[in-house]
Nanobody
Framework: VQLVESGGGLVQPGDSLRLSCLASGSDLDYYRIAWFRQAPGKQREGVSCISNSDGSSWYGDSVKGRFTISSDNTNNTAYLQMNSLGPEDTAVYYC??????????????WGQGTQVTVSS
């Protein structure tokens, strides 16, 4: 599966952004799709995950109530709606997919990332 993220950019605190993750090479009907982020000098962290099998979702504590993950199987695209952005959300955001049902799952396919910068 090949993944391409888009939608990143430079925004001000309090703004919103929607990231997209377009998949090719396979339909995502039964995949788990996740968003991760990595800020400079920090470890990569999981942001959110959705299961296309049962629709369940998970959010990291730092984004709960502000971010929403979704998946549109008709165009093989996943989204991350990010609201009330703050400087702490500045990072490169990556999407990843897997068929692994483990906990935590092993994500084998990754996109190239899209930069999100929140600054006044």
């Amino acid at each position: 599966v090949q993944l391409v993220e888009s939608g990143g950019g430079l925004v001000q605190p309090g703004d919103s952004l929607r990231l997209s993750c377009l998949a090719s090479g396979s339909d995502l009907d039964y995949y788990r799709i996740a968003w991760f982020r990595q800020a400079p000098g920090k470890q990569r962290e999981g942001v959110s995950c959705i299961s296309n099998s049962d629709g369940s979702s998970w959010y990291g504590d730092s984004v709960k109530g502000r971010f929403t993950i979704s998946s549109d199987n008709t165009n093989n695209t996943a989204y991350l709606q990010m609201n009330s952005l703050g400087p702490e959300d500045t990072a490169v955001y990556y999407c990843a997919v897997t068929l692994d049902t483990g906990d935590p799952p092993d994500f084998g396919s990754w996109g190239q990332g899209t930069q999100v910068t929140v600054s006044s």
